[in-house]
């Protein structure tokens, strides 16, 4: 029966009819879809909580990631320290001095000791300070401890005693082990036009694994200025002696922060507070806690500290005359006095006390005081130093200086273990699990060289006196050369003055080519060598780096002077050589030159001296190069010497390019006889043009490479 639409309501009930009568089949139906739908939500289920899971992981692994990243870009982080400690660690002074008694002749040999047979701890997460009067040996211990001190370059120093990290003895004196303690010396030694900011982060740069992204080194560096309350002078030139720059309090703190940017777990300073007002020594007192709660050890040396910075210390070592008066924890400071007759009085600075009574008694009176007892304290022997007993002992000596141990100890690099580390950021531990992981390397010689070279250009950038003296006197020199040799090189050469006057004004280009390069470059090593000795022995980069990045920039100045002197003199003498092969012997020339003068300057130190030296680079080769006198003039024993200078071989290719040519000396044979004359007395054409240029090469490296050889050796005996 069909229904029309209009019944609506039947078709409801019909509808509603069918459904009741196949009641049965639906309900079939359903159970049957509710079984199916509870094995799907069981899987959805499953499927759910292994996501929820997985998010849930992938949120701790965020949160870790986030906490690793924070803690890298903090400078105050946790890190895993080390405990040092020594043990009789002694200094003795020997000199032979006129004897009084007998004739002058006669020597007796005078001993003062410094250091006498001086123990004591440094012990993790505590901030221990050396004090004592002047003369008491305080910068002593802390240059021996960081192996800053030693017999290679003082002779007559004898130093023995036994210095233990994490109870593992060491050999402070060792290269590795001084590379990795971070060490503020008295004397600030910064590059004078670099700003805090830039020294600050340069050392994070070349310290820190190169796995730190350029991010964390901002943000580390930052931290550092404010915490050290450098930001006001974050882009000011740190300056110098001729360089107007910070004060002196800002330059001390901002050879703290280039230390402590590298999250460091030793780190000595000698008198940080020198030199800085009451409220800046607190502030940096406070920032030196900070780092020995992360975790460091840290021991500075300082004279009369504040009350309120002698109360933040957590140990103290005090030296009265070489010997330990008192060592242990400040708060035991009072009941140790008085014990012994010197109560500190009431409301009175603890530090002027102790320094009163190390000052007005004798050695004997203390002693008697009971204040050099030979009981070892008790935080000593809780610092679980290795005796190694039944061991035979050995030592680490060199020269007169001794470093005693166990002969497991006295190992080429100074460490016991090779995994052994002092530097914080060697071993990353994860702050959950506790296990390490072997630390990512540093930067590449690559790295090093481009920061060097970068910093060498800011020096030239903003020190523009003295490459502005360097054009001027290229210039100068170039125009009076000019003005007096006008056009000589297009007259008439049949004229033998003409001849000689052309030869004249070449000799002086060649001899201007010699001392406007070589003498900066004599006086740079001595003057830089203060800030490349710290900067070395604090593992910023290799001599190698240091080396080719001077090289490069002397490379670049030198060429432009060498460019200035060449275009100025080719165009007033009207030469007729060619100009790229006239600069480039002029180059050439003031390279070598430049590589004689630094290997000199390599091997001294005082530039005084290297002022005095500048003849030895001069003087020779204008003797003996054929200028002054024909070479077969010069007695046959002495002729070989011509051969070792670079103004030989440069004389030779430019008198060639000048005159050697059949059209340079005009068709007249009167000027053609000349030429072959001066080529022939000069003993110019002796040798082929090509093998001049390989044995100018071969000086220059020559002279690089003797000098690198001495930089290095320099480098590791002065460290």
């Given amino acids: 029966m069909q229904i029309s639409p209009s019944r609506s309501t039947g078709s409801r009930i019909q509808y509603q009819s069918d459904s009741y009568n196949n009641n049965d089949n639906h309900n079939k139906k359903n159970n049957n879809e509710n079984s199916d739908n509870n094995v799907i939500g ?76 001086v123990e004591g701890v440094v012990p993790r997460n505590e901030l221990t300070a050396i004090m004592g009067p002047s003369g008491a040996g305080k910068s002593t211990l802390l240059q021996i401890l960081s192996g800053r001190i030693g017999s290679n370059n003082n002779k007559g120093i004898r130093i023995a005693g036994n210095v233990y990290l994490d109870g593992v003895l060491v050999n402070p004196q060792s290269t590795r082990v001084r590379k990795r303690i971070a060490y503020v010396a008295q004397d600030d030694s910064l590059q004078v036009t670099s700003t805090p900011q830039e020294a600050i982060r340069f050392s994070a740069k070349l310290r820190l694994p190169k796995s730190t992204k350029e991010k964390q080194l901002d943000n580390l560096t930052s931290q550092i200025l404010t915490e050290l309350g450098l930001d006001s002078c974050a882009d000011t030139m740190i300056g110098g002696a001729l360089i107007k720059g910070i004060s002196g309090g800002e330059r001390k703190r901002t050879s703290v922060g280039i230390e402590l940017v590298v999250k460091p777990s030793v780190i000595f300073l000698d008198e940080p507070t020198s030199g800085l007002d009451s409220y800046s020594a607190k502030k940096l007192c406070q920032v030196l806690k900070k780092v020995s709660v992360a975790g460091s050890s840290v021991l500075l040396t300082i004279h009369q500290p504040s009350s309120e910075i002698f109360n933040g210390f957590d140990r103290l070592i005090l030296l009265s005359k070489g010997n330990v008066m008192y060592q242990g924890s400040v708060s035991n400071l009072h009941s140790y006095f008085e014990n012994r007759g010197y109560p500190i009085p009431t409301n009175y600075n603890p530090a002027d006390w102790i320094m009163s009574i190390a000052q007005e008694n004798s050695i004997q009176t203390l002693g008697e005081k009971g204040f050099f007892s030979e009981e070892v304290p008790a935080d000593i022997e809780s610092s679980n130093i290795e005796h190694n007993n039944g061991i035979d002992t050995g030592s680490v000596s060199s020269n007169n200086t001794e470093y005693t141990g166990s002969k497991s100890s006295a190992s080429g690099d100074g460490i016991k273990n090779d995994s052994f580390s002092l530097r914080s950021h060697s071993v990353r531990k994860d702050q959950n699990t506790g296990t390490g992981s072997s630390s990512v ?279």
């Fill in 42 to 117: 069981r899987k959805i289920g499953m499927i759910s909580s292994k996501s929820s899971s997985r998010g849930k992981n992938k949120l701790e692994t965020s949160k870790t990631y986030c906490k690793i990243s924070k803690q890298q870009d903090d400078p105050f982080s946790a890190r895993e320290g080390k405990t040092l400690s020594w043990k009789n660690v002694s200094m003795t002074l020997q000199s032979k001095l006129s004897s009084a008694s007998s004739s002058p002749d006669s020597k007796a040999t005078s001993r003062n000791v410094i250091l006498n047979d």
């Fill in 441 to 719: 390397g540093g930067v590449g010689v690559c790295t090093e060289i481009s920061m060097l070279l970068q910093r060498e250009f800011n020096y030239l950038y903003r020190d523009t006196k003295q490459l502005a003296a360097r054009a001027g006197l290229s210039i100068v020199m170039s125009l009076l050369i000019g003005s007096v040799y006008w056009k000589v090189g297009s007259s008439d050469l049949s004229d033998f003055g003409r001849l000689q006057s052309l030869f004249g004004a070449l000799t002086l280009i060649l001899m201007h080519s010699i001392m406007g390069p070589a003498l900066p470059a004599l006086l740079a090593f001595p003057v830089e060598r203060p800030v490349f000795l710290r900067e070395y022995s604090t593992d910023h980069y290799s001599v190698f780096s240091y080396f080719i990045s001077r090289l490069l920039a002397e490379a670049i100045v030198t060429g432009f002077q060498n460019y200035l002197t060449c275009q100025i003199t080719y165009l007033m003498l009207d030469m007729r050589s060619n100009f790229f092969v006239f600069f480039s012997i002029s180059y050439a020339l003031g390279m070598t030159s430049t590589a004689m003068a630094v290997a000199i300057g390599s091997s001294i130190e005082d530039p005084k001296l290297g002022t005095e030296l500048a003849p030895l680079v001069f003087v020779p080769q204008l003797i003996l190069s054929g200028f002054f006198v024909a070479p077969s003039f010069i007695p046959s024993w002495l002729r070989w010497a011509r051969y070792t200078f670079g103004l030989t071989y440069s004389l030779n290719l430019l008198l060639m390019s000048e005159f050697g040519q059949q059209s340079a000396c005009g068709e007249n044979e009167p000027a053609q006889f000349f030429c072959e004359m001066l080529l022939k007395n000069t003993e110019a054409e002796e040798i082929s043009p090509l093998m001049n240029w390989i044995l100018l090469v071969v000086l220059f490296c020559f002279f690089r490479l003797m000098a690198l050889l001495i930089l290095k050796g320099k480098a590791k005996k002065y460290m």
